[in-house]
């Protein structure tokens, strides 16, 4: 089956520690994205990318880090200088044209972080 | 840039009232329009979504949304709602100003009181 996978659901980390999210996706999809998810908020973009190899702050990218060194791989690292990093995390792809049917992006299962 | 707006954060229905949250976006041009929803405990999932032709899109139990270019809407509607459709409503935008970014809106909670 074609989808998102994330991983783990569940996230539990010390403050000052570094912890990296896995996003994977098998849709052939160009261009991942990584938005938070907080109550009230909506979802809010960290990072995106758009091909191999290049990526883009999103607004809310202080204190996160990504690479793209695959097309169905977007990693995301939230860092001890994210002062907030208590959150639902998702992990997003989609086709980056705009026009035609299938544009829409896809959603994983999320990760949520709990810093202790 | 390009942002999208809900009007309701939380509405609170009773199971056969019928449903209409607001959305709008900021710029025009060409763009791709998206209902999202988010059961407890689950996955987000696209409940319906616009690209070009009719203005009136049905989607998924018994949604539908008219985009409306003149007032940059794309309001969701239901005409009777269900205990089950209580869930988080996204509304989202790619295009325009975003590019191929989707922008998300803040959310509306909707309650259907059994």
């Known amino acids: 089956d074609g989808g998102i996978t994330q991983s783990p659901k569940y996230l539990f980390r010390k403050e000052g520690q570094n912890v990296t999210l896995s996003c994977e996706q098998n849709l052939n999809h160009d261009a991942m994205y990584w938005y938070r998810q907080d109550p009230g908020q909506g979802l809010r973009l960290i990072y995106y990318?758009?091909?191999?190899?290049?990526?883009q702050k999103g607004d809310i990218a202080e204190g996160y880090s990504v690479s793209r060194e695959k097309k169905e791989s977007f990693p995301l690292t939230v860092t001890s200088a994210q002062k907030n990093p208590t959150a639902f995390y998702l992990c997003?792809?989609?086709?980056?044209?705009?026009?035609?049917?299938?544009?829409?992006?896809?959603f994983g299962q999320g990760t949520r972080l709990t810093v202790v | 840039a390009q942002s999208v707006s809900q009007h309701n954060h939380h509405v609170i229905l009773s199971e056969a009232a019928s449903l209409e949250l607001g959305c709008n976006y900021s710029y025009g041009g060409t763009v791709n329009l998206f209902w999202y929803v988010q059961y407890p405990g689950q996955h987000l999932q696209l409940l319906l979504k616009y690209f070009s032709g009719d203005p009136l899109v049905k989607g998924i139990k018994g949604f539908e949304a008219e985009f409306i270019k003149s007032k940059f809407s794309f309001n969701l509607r239901k005409p009777s709602v269900q205990w089950s459709d209580t869930a988080e409503y996204f509304c989202a935008v790619k295009g325009g100003t975003g590019g191929f970014k989707t922008i998300f809106g803040a959310g509306t909670r909707l309650f259907v009181k059994a």
């Open positions: 997003a792809s989609s086709h980056t044209r705009i026009r035609g049917w299938d544009t829409e992006a896809f």
């Open positions: 990318s758009q091909i191999v190899n290049d990526f």
